[in-house]
């Protein structure tokens, strides 16, 4: 909740931070945003950052470093092994989490793979409140199953549920006597769950979920990387915690997970991550990997400028008032869209906002993407650049059927500290007209089509020729306007 009131009755956020450093932006006309959105094969990812106006992609490794970070940078003690940067990275994650061990990795993934690499046999289960793609993969590509168990709430787009990325604890039970406690390799519990809109789970689900793995002897991890909009949701959503420090929202919930691994591209603002634990024997098995794979012990891959940003960032992420502008941020704009009858995934969560493009563009089979002609449409109409994440960020099934996505949603991520209110503002008023045009938005279909995630290089083509009539119609409404 922002601090401040409003004398007008309105309510929008306020930043307690200024900008001391800007980046120039170059908006393109449509007709030059056609041209890219062509030589991207329609894919969002393939698209030349020259081309984009606002980057709405992802908040991976792109929030805006904080002066205490910067200067942090300065005094990193670069050593292969054994650097002071890398002591002061581990004492700070032994305070954040209250653990002991610290294993370093150049990204989240990096450390999903250590950990699939250590836990996942052939025939294991991973169970889940919600799959995320390179886990997903980490985990089936060593021959694992990744079963999700989210509460139903947390695939419904609209909603008053405040913790849609809760775990069904009944559902958790059955699995648990139908498949046996012996065969799960771990239980993932994904704070901020980040492909059904960043929606957080509360510390009594955790709670739950916990005793159960505990009482059975499942491994619990916890990914941690979008921890800081969940930690804001838990601190404003749950009244036991209302009066709780951050800090002890942290400690809570680490202290009832077995082992937590984060990327730090979102997790304390930098770019890198790893595992922590307080398991020694745990500890000690996944640590070979870590030179095999990530680089020194006292590294895993990451700069030693990048691991004092994280320390840094890390202390700020202890701060309501540094962890709160993605949130409310976030729910300006959803409730902007909402206003003019978009349909978007409620209530707001973390990450950034959702839009329901199985609503959006209701005439578009899930089988020619929605989500995916959405994110073209959306970079067509303002030069914004969302994810798709739906169908086509599934993966198909082994007998190459589609797998249907149980969400079509068109990802507008938004950067910690990056992006103003009048931005959002003109995003809101250009998806507005592409909503009011939606009509004319026609699917995808598959140019070039990746066996493994196919989503981030795959090349596709309109269904039709539904790209031209939008670029006319924009000319039509909006005259010279860019
Ligand atoms: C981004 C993300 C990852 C992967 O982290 P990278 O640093 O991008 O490799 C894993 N889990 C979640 C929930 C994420 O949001």
Not at 155 to 182: I, Q, T, W, Y
Not at 220 to 235: C, E, G, Q, R, T
Not at 275 to 286: F, K, P, S
Not at 418 to 424: A, D, G, K, P, R
């Amino acid at each position: 909740m922002s601090k401040v009131t409003y004398f007008s009755g309105e309510t929008f956020p306020l930043e307690m931070h200024k900008v001391r450093i800007i980046q120039k932006l170059t908006l393109l006309p449509i007709e030059e945003r056609l041209r890219a959105i062509e030589e991207a094969g329609y894919n969002t990812f393939l698209l030349q950052n020259k081309d984009v106006f606002l980057d709405m992609l992802t908040d991976s490794g792109v929030n805006a470093m904080s002066d205490r970070q910067q200067a942090a940078m300065l005094t990193a003690d670069d050593a292969y092994a054994g650097s002071a940067t890398f002591a002061r990275l581990h004492a700070k994650l032994n305070d954040f989490f209250g653990t002991r061990y610290f294993l370093p990795a150049h990204q989240g993934r990096a450390a999903e793979h250590i950990l699939a690499k250590h836990f996942v046999k052939p025939g294991t289960l991973v169970a889940t409140n919600y799959h995320f793609t390179t886990t997903k993969q980490h985990i089936t590509a060593l021959g694992g199953e990744v079963v999700e168990l989210v509460d139903h709430a947390g695939v419904e787009v609209v909603s008053d549920n405040r913790f849609k990325g809760n775990v069904d604890v009944a559902a958790f039970e059955r699995l648990v006597a139908e498949r046996g406690a012996a065969n799960f390799a771990f239980f993932r519990m994904e704070a901020g769950t980040n492909l059904i809109g960043g929606q957080p789970y509360s510390l009594a689900n955790l709670r739950a979920v916990s005793e159960i793995c505990h009482r059975e002897g499942i491994p619990l991890v916890m990914d941690a990387s979008l921890l800081a909009d969940n930690l804001y949701f838990i601190k404003t959503r749950e009244p036991e915690c209302a009066d709780w420090d951050i800090h002890d929202i942290v400690l809570a919930m680490a202290n009832l997970c077995d082992v937590i691994y984060f990327s730090a591209r979102k997790l304390g603002f930098g770019r890198g991550g790893g595992i922590v634990t307080n398991d020694q024997a745990l500890y000690e098995q996944m640590r070979a990997w870590v030179p095999m794979y990530e680089g020194f012990l006292t590294y895993g891959g990451m700069s030693v400028r990048e691991m004092e940003a994280i320390t840094v960032g890390l202390d700020e992420t202890l701060d309501e008032d540094m962890i709160n502008q993605g949130p409310l941020f976030i729910a300006h704009f959803v409730t902007e869209m909402d206003k003019r009858g978009i349909p978007v995934v409620t209530p707001p969560g973390g990450l950034g906002a959702h839009v329901d493009a199985m609503r959006f563009l209701d005439h578009v089979d899930q089988r020619q993407y929605p989500s995916g002609a959405l994110a073209a449409a959306v970079y067509l109409a303002s030069g914004v650049r969302g994810m798709e994440r739906g169908t086509l960020s599934e993966q198909r099934e082994p007998d190459g059927s589609e797998r249907i996505s149980d969400m079509e949603l068109l990802r507008l991520a938004l950067p910690r500290r990056v992006f103003t209110l009048s931005q959002i503002q003109y995003a809101v008023d250009r998806i507005f007209w592409l909503y009011s045009n939606r009509q004319i938005v026609g699917g995808l279909k598959w140019v070039e089509e990746p066996e493994i995630l196919r989503f981030f290089y795959g090349r596709l083509t309109p269904v039709g020729d539904w790209q031209h009539e939008l670029v006319a119609k924009f000319r039509e409404d909006f005259g010279d306007s860019l």
